[in-house]
């Protein structure tokens, strides 16, 4: 049976490390903030949005949510952004997705002002990141580098592949691999012998949002497996059950380590948004990094 990579535990334990640093800015009369905006009545971003709230609350830093109705225009949506730019209280800014249909994401994403773009969504993150620079690394791939590193240490030659190619999750994480020297795949949709191409992984991390794609009998033998999906299903009782884009009952039997869902990625999403605004704010401070936090360079 695979090793559980406990990300709930995991974050909890990031969360605390955050903690001592507000403290240590707090000394310094610092406190940062982190606004958060939620358009709409969606009920899984709500969830987010509380719990990031409350997080944000029990690290020590401040928290600002913005609740707006569906009907919201793209230009309120824009005035507000612009306010919390700024605003000297406000060292983070991140806006939920999905937005609803009316709203362009990008125009909205390319308004927040990069150097409190926690998200890491930005073009002028997307593009420091991609080059090595010190762009806003995105959440929740960071938060699936540091389950990886905390398992398994150097990851240097291993053979990763990454199954989906979405902006938030996937493209990130294949750059993030790369920079750990990890050789790695880009798999989709469209990709030849999927099949075979997983099983050739020693690193597998699946973001593709299809309820237990992955089956036991695509993953080598021993092999990590990061499961980044979370998908309701209905049971038959009526009730919801949450799993991931992996089967975890036949993955489980085969790999040498792996996420659950939930308690695995998703609580490290969370955790590294906080740290994502811990960096801005030592940032916007001038204060140096801390060398536990992972930065590109
Ligand atoms: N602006 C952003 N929007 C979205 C992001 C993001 O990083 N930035 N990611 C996802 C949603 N997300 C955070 O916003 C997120 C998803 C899941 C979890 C989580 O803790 N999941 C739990 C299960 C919780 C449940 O019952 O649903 C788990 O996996 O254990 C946290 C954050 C899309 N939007
Ligand atoms: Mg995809």
Known sequence: MAQLIDGKAFAAS??????EEVAKLHQQGITPGLAVILVGEDP????????????????????FVHKLPESTSQTDLL???NKLNNDNSVQGILVQIPLPDHIDADT?????????DVDGFHPVNVGRFSTGGNGTIPCTPLGCLMLLKDQLGDLSGARALVLGRSNIVGKPMSTLLLNENCTVTTAHSRTKDLQEECRRADILIVAV?????VKGSWIKPGATVIDVGINRIEQDSGKARLVGDVQFSSAAEVAGAITPVPGGVGPMTIAC???????????QNDLPIPTW???QN
């Open 14 to 19: 990031l969360r605390n490390d955050i903690a």
């Open 44 to 63: 899984a971003s709500q969830v987010y949005v509380r719990n990031k709230g409350k997080q944000t609350i029990e690290v020590g830093m401040s928290s």
């Open 79 to 81: 005035a507000l952004i």
């Open 108 to 116: 909205v994403i390319n308004a927040i002002d990069p150097r409190k």
């Open 209 to 213: 949002g299809r309820p237990e794609m």
């Open 273 to 283: 948004l906080l740290l994502n605004t811990l960096t801005a704010a030592l940032r």
């Open 293 to 295: 936090i992972p930065t």
